[in-house]
Nanobody, 119 residues
Framework: QMQLVESGGGLVQAGGSLRLSCAASGRTFSSYTMGWFRQTPGKEREFVAFISWSLGSARFADSVKGRFTISRDNAKNTVYLQMNSLKPEDTAVYYC????????????WGRGTQVTVSS
């Protein structure tokens, strides 16, 4: 069982930075691949980034490559999304999600945190 709580969202100007955090509960946090997704009104939720349970790989959506960084601290049961050079089109509700290493899908989701980037 896993529970996720996002934080760190807010209002920033274009070109600024934010760091999102996702605190997870669960004794097997290190066995989960952690992902970040985002959603805006009228659009489907889209993939942003993930970091594997092994810490051996990470991937980013083309729209954020070179600007966003994902990391995790297993000792703190926390995953981070560092967002730099923010653009207005990055405005969305950002969600973290967890996928057990033995499952094909992300089974656990946070409630989201709002990120708004002004031009």
């Amino acid at each position: 069982q896993m529970q996720l709580v996002e934080s760190g969202g807010g209002l920033v100007q274009a070109g600024g930075s934010l760091r999102l955090s996702c605190a997870a509960s669960g004794r097997t946090f290190s066995s989960y691949t952690m992902g970040w997704f985002r959603q805006t009104p009228g659009k489907e939720r889209e993939f942003v980034a993930f970091i594997s349970w092994s810490l051996g790989s990470a991937r980013f959506a083309d729209s954020v490559k070179g600007r966003f960084t994902i990391s995790r601290d297993n000792a703190k049961n926390t995953v981070y999304l560092q967002m730099n050079s923010l653009k207005p089109e990055d405005t969305a509700v950002y969600y973290c999600a967890a996928k057990d290493r033995n499952r094909p899908d992300y089974d656990y989701w946070g409630r989201g945190t709002q990120v708004t980037v002004s031009s």
